[in-house]
T-cell receptor
Framework: KQEVTQIPAALSVPEGENLVLNCSFT??????LQWFRQDPGKGLTSLLL?????REQTSGRLNASLDKSSGRSTLYIAASQPGDSATYLC????????????FGRGTSLIVHP | DTAVSQTPKYLVTQMGNDKSIKCEQN?????MYWYKQDSKKFLKIMFS???????INETVPNRFSPKSPDKAHLNLHINSLELGDSAVYFC????????????FGPGTRLTVT
């Protein structure tokens, strides 16, 4: 059974810092990994989707990497801003069959001015 | 235009009642999902439909019954509501299975008293 762990559970940083969020998974037979952000009381917004054959994806100040063999992904946020404050979730889609996604419990990020 | 919409946004009801949550997507996606996010913010897939056909049913009690009248709609009906059903329910869609990027609705907060 796939287990997804996100470390740290919470993070508070001053504005302008570069930061790294971690996601690890136990079963490397994945099809893809997706990073989301969730604002309080809102739904999830997709940030980046990395297919299992890819090593990284970039969007603006965000860069996500994937090391399937070690069961790890990192989300790098450059020059953090208060608007980045949210909960960041990673979801891993199992390969084969119905591609069932398994979510981590998220990292709650606060960027203070 | 809202891509994935859910109604109602809030639902407060008593134990034993039957209620429905509606979901619609205007993205032309083939696959739709229902997720449950519990009080500890853990997000878990409940159902997935592809072109109106059920493809994932993740150990959800029989009291929960999804219905897809067409590929743009996936409704969730819950019979005999229990206190433990209180959670936020999210609908999502993707072009064709979890191998593709998922788009989430804003969520329905269900409170059972």
């Amino acid at each position: 059974k796939q287990e997804v762990t996100q470390i740290p559970a919470a993070l508070s940083v001053p504005e302008g810092e570069n930061l790294v969020l971690n996601c690890s998974f136990t079963d490397s037979a994945i099809y893809n990994l997706q990073w989301f952000r969730q604002d309080p009381g809102k739904g999830l917004t997709s940030l980046l989707l990395i297919q299992s054959s890819q090593r990284e994806q970039t969007s603006g100040r965000l860069n996500a990497s994937l090391d399937k063999s070690s069961g790890r992904s990192t989300l790098y946020i450059a020059a953090s801003q208060p608007g980045d404050s949210a909960t960041y979730l990673c979801a891993v889609a199992k390969s084969g069959g119905s591609y069932i996604p398994t979510f981590g419990r998220g990292t709650s990020l606060i960027v203070h001015p | 235009d809202t891509a994935v919409s859910q109604t109602p946004k809030y639902l407060v009801t008593q134990m034993g009642n039957d209620k429905s949550i509606k979901c619609e997507q205007n993205l032309g996606h083939d696959t739709m999902y229902w997720y449950k996010q519990d009080s500890k913010k853990f997000l878990k897939i409940m159902f997935s439909y592809n072109n109106k056909e059920l493809i994932i049913n993740e150990t959800v009690p029989n009291r929960f019954s999804p219905k897809s009248p067409d590929k743009a709609h996936l409704n969730l009906h819950i019979n005999s509501l229990e206190l433990g059903d209180s959670a936020v329910y999210f609908c999502a869609s993707s072009p064709r299975g979890a191998r593709y990027e998922q788009y989430f609705g804003p969520g329905t907060r269900l409170t059972v008293t």
